[in-house]
Nanobody, 119 residues
């Protein structure tokens, strides 16, 4: 797999929850960071959360306390648990991995998965 593959997007009512999944690209030696970005129509791309190998997670102020990033290293999966969703969270969500491939660092983006929040 050359690129990460996201899944789990869909439509959810405001106040509801959704969990996004990402199957990481294969073939890396190790990863420097794994992240979730999002972009809504007409808005700038936003870094939602980033996870470092030591387990340190950071979040944008807009999702702090509501979203949780996690990973399953055994299965090369990255997750984003999203709670208390609002209309402001509606966007296409992208999984991004920054990993080492031989002598090169490579940042790879998934195709994105869409999240719609209904009122």
């Amino acid at each position: 797999r050359e690129q990460p593959v996201e899944s789990g997007g869909g439509s959810v009512q405001a106040g509801g929850s959704l969990t996004l999944s990402c199957a990481a690209a294969s073939g890396y030696d190790y990863c420097i960071s794994k992240s979730w970005y999002r972009q809504a129509p007409g808005k700038a791309r936003e870094l939602v959360s980033i996870l470092k190998p030591d387990g340190t997670a950071t979040y944008s102020d807009s999702v702090k306390g509501r979203f949780t990033i996690s990973e399953d290293n055994t299965n090369d999966m990255l997750y984003l648990q999203m709670n208390s969703l609002t209309a402001e969270d509606a966007a296409t969500y992208y999984c991004v991995t920054l990993c080492r491939y031989g002598s090169t660092n490579s940042e790879r983006w998934g195709q994105g998965t869409q999240v719609t929040v209904t009122l």
